[in-house]
């Protein structure tokens, strides 16, 4: 109970401690003097005391909380926090709050907000349903969009570029980083918020095409992007490339074709869209 006594002047009062019978003398308290402090308390045989040590108030209200607590001891466990110990025991924190230090505080004026130009936040049932419907977006990519990290960017890019299509721009943020991660073992987490801004402002400006947007993407990743690498064209003018190259090259495989338009084509159109046109326009020339 001295150990209890004690923590309980510790918490209420914020004293160091107490001193009390059952452990004196000691701490430089010899058995003369607490013999002479039992004399001047007038203790009997089986009474016991508490000496407190420091400023007179803060004593008076420790030796009153281990005179609550003693009281405590005839009317069972207080209802009170305690905190585990690690060999097992339980140490004083504070008393279980009563009703009237429950939340709301009761000493703070009620605040009455005006509601009436409060607009509320979109769910994320709303936001994929607008994705959806307004944007055009199917629903699986509509519920990835909404749920995504980049929700914020793909945003912006459709109010900014009305004129590109919000699954365009949704499948590049959200598809595109797993098949450069997938396909081409490039870390699409290397590209920032300002990467993808600059590529859809690249394409806005005509400066690069949609078909190469994968390369494009890679090229930052590998830090070989080159704005003047790129010259933007359209499927008609790479086309029209493409059966050049197949008339000057007549009796060559596609494999050769292949390197050729590569080549030629550098940096004007993705690898997987120059084979796709190129094997359409062998397969008409058969």
């Known amino acids: 109970m001295g150990t209890e006594f004690s923590d309980w002047a510790k918490v209420r009062a914020g004293v160091g401690g107490i001193f009390h ?3 004196l003398p000691r701490y430089g308290i ?11 308390l007038g203790c009997t045989e089986k009474d016991a005391f508490v000496l407190v040590a420091d400023e007179e108030r803060k004593a008076r209200v420790a030796l009153e909380a281990v005179y609550q607590r003693a009281q405590e001891l005839l009317k069972g466990i207080p209802a009170e926090v305690r ?3 690690a ?14 230090r429950m939340y709301p505080e009761t000493d703070v004026p009620l605040i009455k907000p005006d509601l009436k130009k409060i607009v509320l ?31 914020g960017l793909f945003e912006e890019l459709v109010e900014k570029y009305p004129a590109i299509k919000p699954a365009f721009i949704a499948e590049t943020l959200i598809s595109t980083p797993l ?3 997938r396909q081409f073992h490039h870390d699409p987490e290397k590209l920032t918020e300002e990467n993808f801004r600059d590529v859809f402002r690249y394409l806005s400006e005509g400066k690069i095409h949609k078909d190469i947007f994968l390369d494009v993407l890679i090229d930052m990743i590998t830090d070989k992007f080159d704005i003047k690498r790129y010259a933007a064209l359209g499927t008609e003018e ?4 493409l059966l050049r190259i197949v008339a000057e090259n ?19 159109a993705s690898g997987q869209f120059i084979s796709s046109e190129l094997k359409k326009i062998m397969e008409k020339g058969h």
Do not use: W
């Open 21 to 23: 019978s059952d452990e």
């Open 30 to 40: 010899s058995e003369q003097e607490v013999v002479s402090v039992k004399k001047q």
């Open 83 to 85: 905190k585990a110990n």
């Open 87 to 100: 060999d097992g025991t339980t140490t004083y924190l504070r008393p279980i709050p009563g009703a009237a």
């Open 121 to 151: 936040p979109e769910t994320l049932e709303e936001k994929m349903e607008r994705f959806h419907v307004t944007l055009g977006l199917g629903k699986d990519l509509a519920e990835f969009a909404a749920k995504s990290d980049k929700v």
């Open 179 to 181: 098949d450069i991660k």
């Open 238 to 241: 790479i086309h029209k490339e």
């Open 250 to 268: 007549k009796e060559a495989p596609f494999s050769a074709l292949m390197g050729l338009a590569m080549k030629r084509l550098a940096g004007k």
